[in-house]
């Protein structure tokens, strides 16, 4: 079966030979046609161009460059295993996600872009981590035409994590994302987190606080617990230590991702961490690390924007875990 997006900015969602091909042609506009075919273990993408200034040769899905192209159009033909595709399993779905770029010249007209494309398969009743893929704890939440994930990584943040204990002192990598569909550009942020030994919270669960007072990450300031720098605006890395909580047993994180208008941070639409020897930074401008200043106290907005967020399905809670804290000295 041949999978075609259309012209407009859609959310393109179709079975091909038995995968769902979900291919998030993000605020693509009407000037490009993309098509997308997801094999058993290939993917093929045509992308027609109708302007005449578009080098198509620029073109990138992932790390692999087209298999051929020619005036208004790139064609590419690759394996799964190939281009630096993510391969991410939640449930009985194996995603494999990747880019496709433009890299635009210095001298060109036409701005780069980039825009996601994911197949997602059923995954096989006999596959399993052996296989070289392992079975990372990885949540996909889908709300209204956004889609978050959040993972545990491995330590430079390229793949899942291989393994769910961690000693006490060491660091956990922790990857938040959303895939804006057809959205406008948008910020991914951190509002809280806490850990709990449940994987639902309750009343009367047990809790650590990790980051609270909208978007304040307690654990920076008395740990190396720190955001690191920003890949891309739809994607948060923390590099959280371990802490003190629960040892040996299971462990969750509950987090509220929020996507958000990059330039609508004020102190309740923020990502801070506090820097030994600094103080409280803001991750995304240090020039405006006063929105950082309520972190020691209660974080307010005088506007009246997040209620409106959470109407416009901006607002995910989230879960991963569960992973085990131990103690290496006793």
Known sequence: MHCVSSKHAVMMVSFCQGALLLSLAAAMAVYADMKVHCGPDFVTLMWTESRPQADTSLLRLGSCFPTSFSTGEAYFY??????????????????????????????????????????????????YSSQQIYDPVFKTYGLGDLQFTISLMNDDFSGPAEFTSYPLGSIIPIMAS??????????????????????????????YPIISNKGCLLESVSSQSKFEPR????????????????????????CKLLAW??????????????????????????????????????????????????????????????????????
Not at 192 to 204: K, N
Not at 278 to 293: K, P, T, V
């Open 78 to 127: 690759v394996d799964l295993t190939d281009c630096n595709f993510k391969i991410l399993v939640t449930g009985d779905v194996l995603l494999y996600s990747n880019d496709l770029t433009y890299a635009a010249s210095d001298d060109s007209y036409n701005l780069a872009f980039t825009h996601p494309v994911v197949c997602a398969y059923e995954r096989p009743k006999d596959w």
């Open 231 to 254: 890949q891309k605006s739809s994607e948060m890395r923390l590099s959280l230590q371990t802490f003190k909580f629960a040892m040996g047993e299971e462990v969750y994180i509950h």
């Open 178 to 207: 959303v895939v804006q569909k057809t959205h406008q550009p948008l910020l991914l942020l951190l509002e809280e987190c806490v850990a709990a030994t449940t994987p639902e919270l309750h009343p009367e669960s047990t809790m």
């Open 261 to 330: 208008d990059p330039n609508g941070l004020d102190s309740t639409k923020k990502a801070c961490h506090f820097v030994k020897g600094h103080g409280w930074e803001l991750l995304d401008d240090l020039a405006q690390s006063n929105l950082c200043d309520c972190c020691e106290s209660k974080c307010k907005s005088r506007r009246q924007r997040s209620v409106a967020s959470e109407k416009h399905g901006m607002v995910q809670k989230a879960v991963i875990g569960p992973f085990t804290i131990t103690d290496v000295n006793s």
